[in-house]
DNA sequence: TTGTTGATTTCGGCA
DNA sequence: TGCCGAAGTCAACAA
């Protein structure tokens, strides 16, 4: 990654075409070869920019000023006029390590396994998260207040993929005489018209979950300790 | 401007829970009080970022490694737990005088509407711009060659919602004997093949424009002035 | 590869 | 101030 402090006007020739007069800004140049342009405001947004792949040509304009010139496949054109370099500084970051985001499905199974009352009543017990299948692990597996066995599968978005998977689960379950009768909980922030009439054909019950007031409850107990 | 790159790990608590490994990474900090975390890839997302207004305090954590706590009004949290520092520079840049940008629907209409026969032939008219219709304007009113009116829907991409749009206009322009019959014409710098098919079902034309060469036109009609 | 959809969307216009 | 729609949307995922 580079990091050029400098002053320059910038144009932007492709989609739209973009100016920006003289300046004093940040230019990006990630490894992966894409520029950005930064002003001292927008956290997130440069004020210029070019997705990789492109390529960057460092040259010399007619009046002999540096000009950055970044290209891609397209024919969009990022024109860097540089008056005056302030800082020019080039690090070694390495590849980023995978998952970025812990997705919101992790945690709610996570918050889920710590209140499984929310998916019944007070009587529920969790028996274990990801409860280990032949076909893959059921998100959770709890008992009712009166002992039946529950099978819960919990998505961000509930549509009807999540609910076949969950059927699949059920069949599964169904066979093994330990844990046989066992019913369904799709839980879900949201649950799509056409997968909750599927799920509640086969029997298995919708639960729409509140995230936030999980959350809440959540750091509630967490600060009891 | 601050940055600063460094080995960090980094933990989002708000509208979701995000968690980035340690790793080196650019900690971009503005002088709005944005931060945002960049790895050597995309130019134009951060990994994480809070956005303005925030404020960002130093200091350690238990084990005494640094830890910038970003936090804003609304609760949410940015913690930025930092192993190695190794860069850390400041820059002024002063407030950006601002983007100057053509949008390209905007700019489109306008060019169609100085060049009406890249719509037909030589003898097609403008009538107006932004043909005010009581469920809203029509980019474009002209009269062809044999002086029937042609209402003309622009879009950057072509797609089904667009012709969804010209058809209302169309069936209520139609209304009117002054203008009736109204035909169609669909414009844009490339058209989806659905929305090409249901615009030739219902007899509007579908006209794919060059944004190019009508701007190159434009610039050469300009070059005679 | 193409299309669809969500996003910590952001950003602007307009009522 | 809030809704609605576009964005050089971007980016992930399904078909």
Redesign the pocket.
């Known amino acids: 990654m580079r990091l050029v402090i400098a002053r320059c006007s910038v144009d ?1 020739v ?3 075409t ?1 100016h920006l007069p003289l300046a004093t800004r940040l230019v990006l140049v990630k490894a992966d070869g894409s520029v950005s342009v930064h002003a001292d405001d ?1 956290a ?3 004020l ?4 990789p792949p492109c390529s960057l040509a460092e040259g010399t304009d007619e009046a002999g000023a540096i000009l950055w010139t970044v290209t891609n496949k397209a024919g ?1 054109r ?1 024109l860097i006029s540089i008056a005056e370099v302030l800082h020019d500084s080039s690090h070694e970051l390495g590849v980023d390590p995978g998952l970025v ?1 812990d997705g919101v499905e992790a945690h709610l199974q996570e918050l889920l396994a710590e209140q499984p009352h929310v998916l019944g009543d007070d009587g529920w017990r969790l028996v274990r998260r990801e409860y280990a299948t032949a076909i893959g692990p059921v998100d959770l597996l709890c008992r009712d207040s009166a002992g039946a066995a529950v099978a819960v599968e919990i998505k ?2 509930g549509e009807i ?1 999540g609910v076949e998977q969950l059927t699949r689960y059920l069949e599964l379950l169904n066979r093994d005489p330990l844990l046989a009768p066992v019913t369904g909980v799709f839980a879900a922030q949201e649950i799509k018209p056409q997968a909750r009439v599927l799920a509640e054909d086969r029997g298995i019950r919708c639960v729409v979950v509140d995230y936030d007031a999980l959350r809440g409850v959540d750091d509630a107990e967490a600060r009891l300790f």
């Not at 210029?48 to 997705?51: H, V």
């Open positions: 932007y492709g989609r739209l973009a927008r997130y947004k440069p210029n920019w070019m997705s969009e990022l985001k961000r978005r993929d």
